[in-house]
Each structure stands twice: as structure tokens, then as C-alpha cells.
């Protein structure tokens, strides 16, 4: 099993950023594939970005791309999640989440995949 704590949330004027980051425990991290989500108040939960194991391959959903960036450092067992030019959109709370996989190249982008999840960080961007 892998616990995960994310942390970096907070409040930002649009147009700002923010780094979150998910600190994971208890297994083997460099054998899990990555994702960070968001849910906002009454919608449903939605895939953000996503990283393999090896860190070799990302994938962004379209809102993000080339706003945000995810990576990883498997030497801290630590997930990121840069984000700039941040609009009040982005508003939610941001989970990471994980799944263990052998497939070293492979992503994932369904939250259903996922084993593993954090509680999550709030992150609110002002107008």
C-alpha cells in the first residue's frame, strides 16, 4: 500500500501559480504511475495531469496544457504539480493519486484506474 499527502494549496490571484506536491509512503514509489485530479464544489471529479513511473510520459487534460506541469522525484517519493497563469477556473480541491503498475511508460487518466488516493489540497484562485 502507499499513503499520500499532498500539500502547496492555498489562495492566488489569477494570473498567479502554485506548486503542489504529494509526499507518498509505504511501498515502492517508483513502481507507481501518477495523477493529480481536481473536483470542484458540485461537479464531479476530473483528471488533471499525469505521469509514469519512469517519468518518461505525461499527459495533460486540455485546460492545462501549457499551464501546468507535473513531474516527479522518485529519490523523495514526491509527485508536483506546477501551476501557472492560474484562472478562477482552476478552482477545487486538488487530489494525487496512484496506481502500481509494471508497465514503466504507461499513464493513466481514469480516476477508476487508480488505487490510491490523497485527501487533498484546496487551491482557490481569485479574480
Known amino acids: 500500500q502507499v499513503q499520500l499527502v499532498e500539500s502547496g494549496g492555498g489562495l492566488v490571484q489569477a494570473g498567479g501559480s502554485l506548486r503542489l506536491s504529494c509526499a507518498a509512503s509505504?511501498?515502492?514509489?517508483?513502481?507507481?504511475?501518477m495523477g493529480w485530479f481536481r473536483q470542484a464544489p458540485g461537479k464531479e471529479r476530473e483528471f488533471v495531469a499525469a505521469?509514469?513511473?519512469?517519468?518518461?510520459?505525461?499527459d495533460y487534460d486540455d485546460p492545462v496544457k501549457g499551464r501546468f506541469t507535473i513531474s516527479r522525484d522518485n529519490a523523495k517519493n514526491t509527485v508536483y504539480l506546477q501551476m501557472n497563469t492560474l484562472k478562477p477556473e482552476d478552482t477545487a480541491a486538488y487530489y494525487c493519486?496512484?496506481?502500481?503498475?509494471?508497465?514503466?511508460?504507461?499513464?493513466?487518466?481514469?480516476?477508476?484506474?487508480?488505487?490510491?488516493w490523497g485527501q487533498g489540497t484546496q487551491v482557490t484562485v481569485s479574480s
Open positions: 493519486a496512484a496506481k502500481f503498475t509494471l508497465l514503466d511508460s504507461t499513464y493513466y487518466r481514469a480516476s477508476g484506474q487508480y488505487n490510491y
Open positions: 509505504g511501498s515502492i514509489f517508483s513502481r507507481y504511475a
Open positions: 505521469i509514469s513511473w519512469s517519468a518518461g510520459n505525461t
